[in-house]
Every structure is written in C-alpha cells, then in structure tokens.
C-alpha cells in the first residue's frame, strides 16, 4: 500500500492528541513490572496526520515517545469542504470502519479512536461508525488506511478533463 508521505518541517504545526494509554504488567521473579505504552496521534488541522506508539516506565515519557515516532510518520490525506470526498469501507485486523461524507454543519459524527484521528486531520463533517473491534491501535490504523486510499476530486477532475462541480457535486 502506497501513503502519501510527508516530510516533517519546522514551518509545520503539529498538535498532538493522546488516543488511548495501556499498562502493560510483565511478571518476573522478583515481582510485577508495569510500563506503558502511548497511542498518540498528530496532524495540522488541514490534511497532514500521523501516528506513533510509545512504549516506557512512565506515562509522560511513553506519551512524548509515541508523539515523536508520530511526527516520523506523516501523511497527507484528502480533505474536501471539510469532509471526505467519497464513502470508504476498511477492515484492518478486527476493526471495521466506515466513513461517509456528510454536508456541512453536520459536525464529526465519529467515536474514540476514530474522531482523534479525524479531528486532526482537520475533517469537521463526516458520519464514521466502527462496525468490529474497538481496539484504539487498530481503528486509528484502519481509519487512516482510509484516510489514505481516498482519490482526491481535483486530480480524479483533471484526469477526465472535467470541470469539478460535476466530479464533486457543485
């Protein structure tokens, strides 16, 4: 699968948002160890998103692992009007997404996982509904495989030759 990479500047600005945070118990010998490990999500509010998972003792150092291995993996994706330009259906793993364009004022109709990784990527309007595991490491990769393989109007526009009110609707 081909993403859209993105390489990280200084003129970017990145928020990040914190997804979800796992304790994760190892059993030794000598007792129970527990570290944590960060799902943290970054964008600029206007197309470029990454991910990252951060794994260490504390919880602070897990979440500023997991923002920097985000800002290695950005991508641009596709945003119309502040929506998706067209319907998508993603499995990854167990999660199953769906995500559907919607008008205007209509708001983020999504949950978790999935409205983190939307908000950031600056998409106000569209309906996203998980219909398989809620696993949070796996929505936030199912929606931006999604988020990925959406065609972007201008350049479907310019391939035909077309104006684009009749690609997009106006």
Known sequence: MAMNRVK????VE????LVAINRV????KGGR??????IVVVGDGKGVIGYGLGKAGEVTAAISKGTEAAKKNLMKV???????????????????ILLKPA????????????????????????IAKSLGSSNAHNLVKATLIALSKMR?????????????DKVFNG
């Open 8 to 11: 990280a500047n200084s003129d």
């Open 14 to 17: 990145l928020k990040d948002r």
């Open 25 to 28: 118990t190892k059993v030794t």
């Open 33 to 38: 160890t527990f570290t944590f490990a960060a």
């Open 78 to 96: 596709s945003v119309i009007r502040g929506t998706v330009p067209h319907e998508m259906e993603v499995c990854y793993e167990g999660a199953k």
């Open 103 to 126: 008008a205007a004022g209509t708001g983020l109709k999504a949950g978790g996982a999935m409205r983190a990784v939307l908000e950031s990527a600056g998409i106000s309007d569209v």
């Open 152 to 164: 972007d109007p201008y350049q479907i526009a310019a391939e035909r030759g077309i104006g684009m």
